[in-house]
């Protein structure tokens, strides 16, 4: 069974967005996003950091 995909939320957005501004990789970023917003359980991996941060900063761009 396929598991649905849980959204960012808007807290995650943020926290990830400034580490990625402090120069932290994808992984160490969901690292954080995990033990922070989902108790250490393994929701967020590098390849969904990867593409939130990327399609907001497509957004940014647009704007």
Request: proline content about 3%.
């Amino acid at each position: 069974m396929r598991k649905l995909p849980i959204r960012f939320s808007d807290e995650e957005k943020k926290l990830s967005d400034e580490l990625h501004a402090k120069g932290a990789g994808v992984t160490e970023i969901a690292k954080e996003l995990n033990t922070r917003f989902h108790n250490g359980i393994p929701v967020r991996n590098a390849a969904s950091v990867h593409n939130s941060i990327k399609s907001r900063k497509k957004d940014w761009q647009v704007q």
